[in-house]
């Protein structure tokens, strides 16, 4: 739908709703879609998007001249940019979601009771998924996929930094749709930049049955305080690499770089490194080496800069910092008990990790550490969607309810039970 940026509230509202009552009706179609029409879709789109990449690219090139003209610092710019190879990843992600596995219908659980009676679940779609997101317009993609593939219909709100390139890519879905013959409203694009419009979008009780928020911490924030249906959310990722007494120190230097070096910018980063006092000397010299020659700034306690002579003094704040640039924050302490209660503290439940040689100690920071994600020798930049065989993610969530870690196609279901009988009547 064209939707102009200038519209009164009340035109604005109309808008909106007609968004939400066709994202309605698309998802009833699609619940009984076959599988075979879904993947066609997403096979189609994955082509249009190949044939389509000049195109792509040229939008894409539009938001990052705004964004740098505004100012936009190199972790802003790194999430919007565009590549040749990030479509063909695009295009490819489409195509992995086309060979995954249909979730929906599928019957789990099947049980005979005492009655005669089999019991069991069947996974269904949520309905309609509302997907707020700034900057990186390859969330248009996954979002799209995802939804489309588990039987959801979709409305994306993108941020305005990204506009053509969000507006290309959901034209590549559209073609895919149109081309399966299932409804262009599955997968809707809110074409206004108007802040107004996200409002509008989390109070539509009666047509929105979930909103997944993905962006800053602002962002989430509000769509949290604000929405009036259920939100699936994290709101920071201060992730945490612990280096265990026990531990292998060339592994320990290839996780702890690679989960602060890798990339800077996105949730699954570590922010903080925790080192047992045990091994901090002869592993903060090693891995202080390594960030120094990647002008990564060290801010490290008292202990640290001991063996870091370059490292800043960290203040309390630090400790809670999620710095999405080449900032790490690293504190010796005294052992796995301490290093947990960092966590519990400081952490914000994404994703920690832990280093050693010692199966006992990785099955304790396992079971206790309350995250999300929780890994044992390697990379917290693994807490991704495509890394874990999703295919894709919506977002990741650090709710306790319904999902957690990185949303896929089960996180877009919910269950409801199913009975079977025949003629079966209750005593």
């Not at 063909?88 to 219908?105: F, I």
């Not at 089999?118 to 390859?138: K, T, W």
């Not at 917290?380 to 306790?400: H, M």
Request: net charge negative; aromatic share 4%; with cysteine.
């Amino acid at each position: 739908m064209n939707m102009p940026n200038d519209l009164p509230d009340s035109e604005l509202r109309d808008a909106m709703l007609a968004l939400g009552k066709a994202a309605r009706k698309a998802a009833r179609e699609l619940a009984r879609a076959p599988t075979a029409a879904k993947n066609a879709a997403l096979l189609a789109a994955a082509e249009a998007m190949e044939e389509r990449e000049k195109t792509i690219l040229a939008a894409n090139a539009r938001d990052v001249k705004a964004a740098r003209a505004e100012g936009r610092d190199d972790a802003f710019i790194d999430r919007l940019v565009l590549t040749a190879k990030a479509v063909e990843e695009m295009a490819a992600g489409l195509r992995q979601v086309a060979t995954l596995p249909d979730p929906v219908g599928a019957i789990t659980d099947l049980a005979y009771r005492p009655s005669g009676i089999q019991v069991g679940h069947m996974r269904v779609p949520l309905g309609v998924v509302a997907i707020i997101y700034e900057s990186r317009p390859d969330v248009t993609a996954d979002a799209g996929a995802l939804c489309l593939k588990s039987g959801n219909a979709c409305i994306l709100r993108g941020g305005s930094e990204a506009t053509h390139s969000n507006q290309a890519i959901a034209a590549c879905l559209a073609d895919g749709l149109k081309k399966a013959g299932l409804p262009e409203a599955a997968i809707q694009l809110v074409e206004t930049t108007d802040r107004a419009a996200v409002g509008e979008l989390i109070a539509m009780e009666g047509y929105v049955d979930v909103v997944v928020p993905r962006g800053g911490k602002s962002l989430i924030e509000r769509v949290a305080k604000d929405a009036r249906v259920p939100v699936i959310k994290h709101l920071d990722g201060v992730c945490h690499v612990y280096v265990d007494a026990s531990a292998d120190l060339a592994k320990a230097v290839r996780v702890a770089d690679n989960a602060k070096t890798q990339r800077y910018g996105t949730c699954n980063t570590m922010e903080t490194l925790l080192v047992a006092r045990h091994v901090a000397s002869a592993f903060l010299q090693e891995i202080g080496k390594v960030y120094v020659a990647k002008g990564v700034e060290i801010r490290g306690c008292a202990e640290t800069r001991k063996y870091i002579h370059e490292a800043k003094l960290a203040t309390e704040d630090d400790w809670y910092a999620e710095y999405l640039a080449p900032i790490v924050s690293i504190k010796v302490v005294a052992g796995l008990d301490e290093a947990m209660e960092h966590i519990a503290q400081y952490g914000s439940q994404h994703t920690d990790a832990i280093v050693t040689e010692n199966w006992a100690c990785a099955q304790r920071f396992l079971r206790e550490v309350d995250s999300s994600s929780v890994m044992v020798n390697a990379s917290t930049r693994f807490a991704d969607g495509f890394e874990y065989g999703l295919g894709a993610e919506v977002g990741i969530s650090t709710n306790k309810l319904h999902a957690r870690g990185p949303v896929g196609l089960e996180g877009l279901t919910s269950r409801k039970w199913v009975v079977l009988g025949d003629g079966h009547v209750r005593s």
